[in-house]
């Protein structure tokens, strides 16, 4: 439909503010959308920091190499002193354990990692720590970021899955074994011979009792000779069971995740027991283990994947780790301060 010409002429202010409006709306999208488009801002060149007692800076490594991770740390830059490169290496070693049949590049692969380096006034090396690498072995890539987790350092693959064992705490602050593992004992109460399952604690009745490893409670009630008993599930196929307890911390309840060194009861004489003390077993796939012996290399860490401050560490350490020379078997030149 054809409107006269005359309509259109018509003069009101309507046009003015509809340009206005038009051009601020343009204008406001135009800066949001350049906010969006902005990369994050590279961390900026900073001289290093000279940190008390020693200076502290960045350093990159990267390329084809091969040997120990000692030995492939040296291909990749043999300035480095030989103990600088053991520190990495030890590291390294640690870092992919989990993931690795064997230690280092077997054959030649690619390795690539950020570190970070405390050096005494003297320039000597005090410290290293790796903050994240990334080495492919045998086809297959394996990535390590360092993260900390409620003040507990760690390393955790791309998808947050610990690559640190925890280790085990102790169940009570302070306590004497009165009695340990053994798979011969002779039972106090029924006199015959009964693998003891676990070990036993002196303690007083109503001592806090903690959980040795981060996992989910699977068992919080009374259950036969063990009177009683708190079960915990742990990553990695661990499970721990605290016994003969007088009773439950409020939180305990199956299904509840609970930290390493959390309450979950009190020592009593629950079950079949002869005086208050804790009964404390650690279980690998089920089966009983020594708790003295598996006590530092059990119980990964809880995984962090769904942990809020994760992926934007993950990320700012992938940006990191970017900046690890790829090809060339030279040592990137960058040092930053200290974060
Ligand atoms: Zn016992």
Same mark, same amino acid.
């Given at each position: 439909m054809i409107r006269p010409f005359h309509r259109r002429a018509h003069r009101s202010p309507f046009p003015f503010y509809a340009v206005l409006a038009v051009l601020l709306v343009t204008l406001a999208l135009a800066v949001s959308w350049t906010r969006l488009d902005t990369?994050?801002?590279?961390p900026p060149m900073l001289p290093a920091v000279y940190a008390v007692g020693g200076r502290v800076d960045t350093l990159f490594l990267g390329g084809y190499t091969r040997g120990s991770f000692a030995e492939a740390v040296r291909v990749l #830059? @043999? #300035? +480095?002193s030989e103990s600088e490169r053991g520190m990495i290496g030890r590291h390294l070693d640690k870092m992919f354990a989990p993931v690795l049949?064997?230690? $280092? +590049?077997?054959d030649t692969g690619r390795l690539r990692l950020a570190y970070e380096r405390t050096q005494r006034p003297d320039g000597t090396t005090r410290a290293i720590r790796v903050l994240a690498a990334e080495t492919a072995v045998a086809g297959s890539m394996h990535t390590a970021f360092f993260y900390e987790q409620d003040k507990r350092p760690g390393y955790f693959d791309g998808l947050g899955r610990s690559l640190t064992p925890q280790g085990l705490a102790r169940p009570l602050d302070r306590a004497w074994i009165s009695s340990p593992f053994n798979t011969q004992r002779v039972h106090p109460i029924l006199r015959r011979i009964m693998p003891h399952n676990g070990v036993d604690y002196a303690a007083t009745a109503g001592t806090p009792v903690r959980a040795t490893a981060d996992g989910s409670v699977s068992w919080a009630q009374p259950r036969g000779g063990y009177g009683n008993l708190v079960e915990i599930q742990h990553p990695s196929g661990y499970s721990t069971r605290y016994a003969h307890l007088s009773g439950f911390a409020s939180r305990v309840r199956p299904g509840a995740a609970v930290q390493q060194g959390e309450v979950v009861g009190f020592v009593g004489s629950t $079950? +079949? @027991?002869? $005086?208050?003390?804790l009964h404390y077993e650690v279980r690998r796939q089920g089966q009983p283990v020594n708790p003295e012996v598996v006590a530092l290399d059990a119980g990964p860490a809880a995984d962090v994947g769904y942990t809020p401050g994760w992926r934007t560490e993950r990320q700012r350490l992938a940006r990191l780790l970017a900046r690890a020379p790829t090809m060339l078997s030279t040592r990137g030149r960058a040092a930053m301060a200290d974060r």
């Open positions: 990369p994050p801002p590279e #830059d @043999s #300035d +480095l049949k064997e230690k $280092g +590049l077997v $079950g +079949l @027991s002869t $005086g208050p003390h």
